[in-house]
Structures are given as C-alpha cells and as structure tokens.
C-alpha cells in the first residue's frame, strides 16, 4: 500500500479511536485526547524538522517545551506592583550587569586575538562581573520573593493576551536553540544528544528554583484563555446558551465543557494545519533537497558547497521554536504552569516515539504518530485497569494479590509502549507513514 492510500486511511482510523473514545466513554474524554494529541502532534513535528530533515539527535526537547510555558505566564499573568516596588528595578539591572559582563568577554577575547594575557584578561572580566552581578541579585532575588509568598513572591508578567505567548514562547526556545546550537552542533551525534540534555536540565532547574521569576515549584496558577476560547462560567450565564442548551436536551454545565474543549481544538487544529502547509512547503522546496541531502551524505553536501554547521543550526532553531509554540499551547491549556511536570518521559522519550512510529522525515507522519501515541499512552490505564479486574475477578475482594495488581495497572502503559513500538519497528520499520 502507497502512501497516498495509506495516509488519509490512517488517519481516519485515528479519527475512528476518538470517536469510538467519545461513545463508549464520554465526549469530554475524547476531547481531552484530540487536544493535547493536536499538541503531541505539533511537537513531533518540530523534532521531526530537526531528526528528519537534518538527522539532529536533539535530546533537550523537554527544556524548549518548558520555554514555551514560562513564555505564556510571563506574557499573560499580570504584573505583581508591589514586588517590582521591592526588586523589580534592582532585578532588571543586575541582569543587564550579568548579560553585559558576558557580551564584553567576548568583545575582549576578540579584539585581544593571540595576545599574551587575553585568557587572563578575559577571566579577570568574568569574575568581577560575576562578583557585581551576585552582589546585585541576592538583595533583589530576596525582596521579590518576600511581597505575599504564599500566593505571589514572583514579578508577575505583562498582561498582554495569551495568543502573543505562542510565538514569543517559540522565540524563547529558538534564542535558547540558537546558544546550544552554536556551542554544541558541531559534535557527534552522541555528544550533541548529551549536550542538550544536559541544557534541558539547565533549563528546567531554573525554572523549578527561581521563585521570583515563575514561582518555582508553587506553581502558577490561573492563566488567562485566549481568544475566542469562553469560560465555562460565562456561558452558563448567557440566556443564549441556556436556552440552546434546554432545546437540545443537555445540562448547561456539561455542554459549557464541550464548548470550551472544542474552541481550544479549533484553535488548536488550526495552528496545526498552518505548521503543516508551511513543513511541506520548505520540504518539498530546493531548501528542503539541500537538508536531505545534507542528512544523507555530509561529506557530499560540503564538497557541493554547503555550510553543513550553519544550515544544522538553521533547522535545529525552527524544530525548537516548533516545540516552544507547542510548549506555550499547552500551559494555556491546562492554565497553570507546573514546572514538576516537565519529566523526560513523557517530554522527551515519547515525543521520539511518536517521531519513529510515525515516520521520520514524514510530516504527516510525525502528526499521527503524535496522535496515536498520545492515545494510546493515555487510554493503556484504564484499559489495564480494567483487564486486571477482569482477571482478578475470581479473587476475594480483600486479596493482597489482587490489589496489588489492581493499584499497578498504570505501569502497563511503559509496558505496551514498548511493545508498541517494538511491533511497529519489526513490521514498518520506517514508521506507519514512511519518508518517500
């Protein structure tokens, strides 16, 4: 079977699940699984840009993915008057001391070239500058997150609507992109995958410890929708609403959730399908050929011309923003930004799931496999729940044995993904859409 027949086929098997999700369970889980299957999608498709198209072992996909929510509650949270009263100032420019003690070594290292002191020189900088900057920080980290810890203790953000933190949290991870690419792309494929997860780590330990610029571990709560998403409350309170919701037979509370949960798929989708154009496009362009044909052979591609480095860093800052949009999407989403949730499970290792079983170097490809096995990651704990109780069902109900069994169904999801995607690499080994 080709790929013109098997693609739409796969799909609406995909489409087949969701539905079938909505039947037998309900409609609010099904669209649970549609939303933030749109999101897995997006995400693969931005390691798919990098692994795909250029053959880049890009480990640090939880980091770029973590950039994006920082994006939407520096974006969209209001700012926190009183702990910019307090540090706010002092913050801003110890930052611009540190950022500047930076900026002038490099300045430095290349005016000075192969002079005799220029190391000692460029060291002497750093550690001052690094001393002022410390200095400067302390005082100021400590008044911020002094104002009202307990609900604040951070500078807040900048009220803007939440749709402007979708692409500023791509621009986020691809600055973030930009740094390890220009330090790291030029390593072996090995040390490439260590060296961004070792920056993911970075990342995500800021983050998680730096109260004053997104709570930290208390976590940020309340995130504004974007357009046209409503809240449920209000659509409880529009005599419109309710008198449809009368006619139709169905509780408002109810039907105000599946509102809410199709305006975010259609948002959703529509980012989606606008990735989509634009992946296929650069794919199918001269651009495109040139990537693949680096991927394929380096050696070849240089003695042609081409600047191997530049363009693997070219298409790692767009896989990355890709992953920073996704990132930002999914923080409006679930409206809180939870720095303890970004594990490398389920923000690494199974979106370079999605990326094989999918079909590496296939757009279309990436967007199921992201689908499918966001699905199938999620539907596996109820699933075994279930057939532990059916199993179990001749055991007494206070049995050890069958509690045990029970309470540790949830482990059968890293059991079937493994075999999932064992079946998939024995009998498609290019994935379920392959790379033409």
Known sequence: MNNATRTPLLFACMGFLIIATGVLQSWDSALNLLNFGLIAAIMALGVNMQWGYAGLFNVGIMGFVALGGVAAVLVSMPPVNDAWAQGGLRMIFALAVGVGTIIGAIMVFRRLKAQRFRGLIVLAILVIGAMIFRALFGPARDAIEAVNPAGEGYLGGLGLPILLAWPIGALFAAGAAWIVGKTALGLRSDYLAIATLGISEIILAVIRNEDWLTRGVKNVNGLPRPWPVPYEIELQEDPGFLARAEAWGMDPVGLSTLTVKLA????????????????????????????????????????????????????????????????????????????????????????????????????????LGGMLVWFLYVQVEPLGTWLMSVMTAGLDDGSALKQHLIDNAIYMRFLVMGIFLLLVLRFSPRGLIPER
């Open 264 to 367: 975010y798929a259609g948002l959703f989708l529509l980012v989606l399908l606008i990735l989509m154009w634009l992946a296929q496009k650069a794919l199918q362009s001269p651009w495109g050929r040139m990537m693949r044909a680096i991927r394929d052979n380096e050696t070849a591609a240089e003695a042609m011309g081409k600047d191997v480095k530049k363009r693997h860093l070219h298409i790692f800052v767009i896989g990355s923003a890709v992953c920073g949009l996704a990132g930002a999407m999914m923080t409006t989403m679930d409206g809180l930004l939870n720095p303890g949730a970004y594990q490398p499970l389920r923000y690494t290792f199974l979106i370079w799931v999605m990326v094989i079983v999918g079909g590496s170097g296939n757009n279309w490809g990436a967007v």
